[in-house]
């Protein structure tokens, strides 16, 4: 066979009988035929938007791969859709195949070596050669099938090293596994421990670019948990001037783990803020926080003032990308497809279709209209509340997903 055919049910049976009923279909080519019989190996994650992503490899040549997503929200015209290859999905969340288990202190210890010689090096090449060896063997314990295994030594790494480099590549690895495990308790122990790293009064007195470095990286690996017992912590931050520099990472794991009003009320400010980065990220995090498809989405009343802020900055915007996640947040907050939550009221619906048409749609500038077109049709017929097409509906999902695959 050269291709493998996956509907997708929703309902409370275990098996694919009425009531249950199904709301996609994916339609996976492979590029070589696979013998009759092949065993398939399948990982599958649901986020706190009941977004599915689906992982999957040939058991016995995990060089074989494909991944799909389907918005368990929406129900699809069922059809056959074929999957572009994994690499070209930049959406999805990249599961690496599973390799045989690594022994834990050999690799640990040859990360330390390769850690040790770049820091004691002055010479640029080998200093390259030295992180592209760390990034291999990250790489290997990510695709390792005991890689959680893995999580208490690098705790003790970044725990006993203190700021290096040694304990960011930790961090960093951490916020790897954190992100496409399916533990929960593991997911917790990774967000409680890069909690205590972040600690704010280690930033006074830690070596000077232990808050660009350490301290981000573990912010970082607490948004990659998506844990929302972060939040009182993450919010913190947003009061002590000491992170102002690392508030683009800041904001990017708040809109990642939080889901309250006072959340929603602490990053109004920023709003308005001076730097293009931080309207940047402010945008992104309030779509994330304000979503109507999330599991438990905010009343409506909680974002009135939010949607009057983001309208008002909207219509003055100049900075492209400030402006496409100005679009992206007023159509995930204005979203009025689920009448059966409380959505905005529909005068205020065509007043924010209308700013978007006359800032994007009907401006004279060509950029605008190229970079932006996409986006604000997506956002003016989720405030419409007109189903998406599937295109849209996987635009939607990769401005959603897009810091999940940050590098590093």
Same mark, same amino acid.
């Given at each position: ?156 790494? !970044?725990?006993?090293? @203190?700021?290096?480099?040694?304990? +960011?590549? /930790? =961090?960093?690895? %951490? #916020? ?96 308005? !803020?001076?730097?293009? @980065?931080?309207?940047?990220?402010? +945008?992104? /995090? =309030?779509?994330? %926080? #304000? ?118």
């Amino acid at each position: 066979a050269t291709f493998l055919d996956l509907p997708f049910y929703m309902g409370r049976r275990h098996d694919i009988l009425p009531p249950n009923r199904r709301i996609a279909n994916r339609h996976v080519q492979f590029f070589q035929p696979l013998q009759e019989g092949t065993s398939i190996s399948l990982q599958v994650e649901v986020d706190s938007m009941q977004i599915m992503t689906l992982h999957g490899w040939c058991t016995d040549n995990p060089q074989i791969k494909f991944s799909v997503i389907v918005d368990s929200n929406s129900s699809e015209k069922v059809q056959s859709d074929t999957v572009e290859p994994i690499t070209r999905r930049i959406h999805a969340r990249i599961v690496e195949p599973i390799q045989p288990p690594l022994d834990i202190e050999e690799t640990v210890e040859a990360i330390e070596q390769q850690c040790d010689i770049w820091e004691r090096s002055h010479d640029s090449q080998q200093k390259a050669y030295c992180m592209q060896r760390i990034r291999d063997l990250e790489k290997s314990i990510f695709c390792a099938a005991n890689r959680e295994a893995f999580v208490d030594r690098l705790m003790e790494i !970044a725990t006993d090293n @203190g700021p290096c480099l040694f304990t +960011n590549r /930790a =961090l960093i690895l %951490l #916020g790897r596994i954190a992100l496409v495990s399916a533990n929960i308790d593991l997911k917790t122990k990774i967000c409680a421990f890069a909690m205590k790293i972040s600690d704010l009064k280690k930033i006074a007195d830690s070596p000077g670019d232990f808050l660009q470095q350490t301290f981000r990286y573990a912010v970082e690996t607490i948004g990659k948990t998506g844990r929302g017992k972060a939040e009182t912590h993450l919010l913190s931050m947003l009061d002590d001037p000491q992170t102002m520099p690392i508030l683009n990472s800041v904001l990017h794991a708040i809109g990642k783990c939080c889901g309250t009003a006072a959340a929603i009320r602490k990053l109004k400010r920023f709003i308005q !803020a001076s730097l293009p @980065g931080h309207r940047i990220a402010v +945008n992104w /995090a =309030l779509g994330k %926080l #304000g979503s109507r498809e999330r599991e438990c989405p905010l009343d409506i009343t909680c974002l009135k003032e939010i949607i009057n802020e983001l309208y008002r900055r909207f219509s003055i915007e100049q900075h492209m990308d400030a402006k496409r996640n100005a679009i992206y947040a007023l159509g995930e907050i204005c979203d009025r497809r689920n009448q059966s939550i409380s959505v905005v009221p529909e005068d205020q619906a065509r007043r924010i279709i209308e700013v978007i048409q006359a800032r994007v749609l009907r401006a004279p500038s060509s950029d605008v209209k190229d970079k932006l077109t996409k986006v604000a049709q997506i956002a003016i017929a989720m405030i419409s509340g007109i189903s998406l097409s599937k295109e849209e509906e996987e635009h939607l999902l990769s401005i959603r997903t897009e810091l999940d695959l940050e590098k590093e």
